[in-house]
């Protein structure tokens, strides 16, 4: 069984096929017609990613085909493309791309032995600094940071256990000093682990939904926010509850579909606007690394995405006058230790 409750006419079109365009999509296609638009053909977990460097055959375990799981087993359209554009016009479009692929030969065989420079000690740089050290122990890896320390952003102790670990496997650890490409021979290869970029730049027609950093503006509901006057008749939330709560006024919303950008996909905007308002009266959402929440400290990161995307779903649900499959299921283990 595909779906579980009767759906409406409305679509919802989910910008990005990564951890939390994939909840979205499995939360609303019950009452929903959900389309999900992604660049790839398939999915790909990326916080495994790393161990396919070293171990190629471990890929096809964080991998799956878009069509096979949502159209055959979800009943989700999927379409594979990148999207170019969201306005709050009715419509999104979708440029087309054919099928890539990427192919990755390893250059850590057996008998070869060269150094490896993993530029960034933070936790990527830390995880493939370990990955190369546990599967190729004859590899001479060296880490380098800026920083005084692995791990900045954690704890004194998780800091200090990733260090010991690393120094028993010969990792040189090169940190508190930038890296210099110059210094690099020609027998070393360079990891670049840091930073990240948002990218699909223009893919919001409002340029003020936009922070300086490239990240989407949203409220507590997950609604963009841009300085711009709406553009149609449809209502949005008055109120800005605590993050994690629904739309408290949906009534009068009536829009033929909804966006949920859920992909690392934003561009460069122009500063911080004064006053903003719900993007096309609150039918276009953002959730994952792409969101910024205004008033809410969050670094840019997939670890909280889940919840962002819940937030997200919930408030679509309530302006839409849906009870979501979760209450129902709920409410009935609830009700199962009151039958006789």
Known sequence: VKHLL????????????????????DRLRHHF???????KDYFEFTPSVLRAVVDPSHLARITFDYRDVLEGELGVEFVPGEATCVDVS??????????????VASAWGPGKLHFDVVVGAGLVGVELAAEL??????????????APDVLPQLGEGAREYA???LQERNVALRLGKPFAPEFVGADQVVLSCVGARPRA???????????????IRVNR????????????????CSAEPLLGSSVSDPSGVASSSIVVAAASAATRGSGDPGSLEPLGQGRVFAVGDAAAVEGVPTAQIIFHGEEMAAVAVA????????????????ARREMEPQQP
């Open 315 to 330: 408030n679509i649900e309530a302006a839409e006058g849906v009870i979501s499959p979760l209450a129902l299921t709920q």
């Open 6 to 25: 009767p759906r409406t006419l409305k679509r919802v079109v989910v910008i990005g096929g990564g951890p939390t365009g994939l909840f979205c999509a």
């Open 221 to 236: 509901h997950m609604q963009v926010l841009s300085r711009g006057e709406s553009e149609t008749g449809l209502a949005s």
């Open 133 to 146: 050290a546990h599967f190729f122990p004859r590899l001479r890896v060296t880490l380098v940071d800026g």
């Open 163 to 165: 260090r010991q670990w």
């Open 201 to 215: 730049a223009g893919l919001l027609a409002d340029a003020s939904a936009i922070k300086a950093n490239g990240r």
């Open 90 to 103: 009715p419509g999104t479009s979708a440029s087309s791309a054919g099928r890539g692929a990427v192919t």
């Open 33 to 39: 017609e959900v389309t999900v638009v992604d660049s």
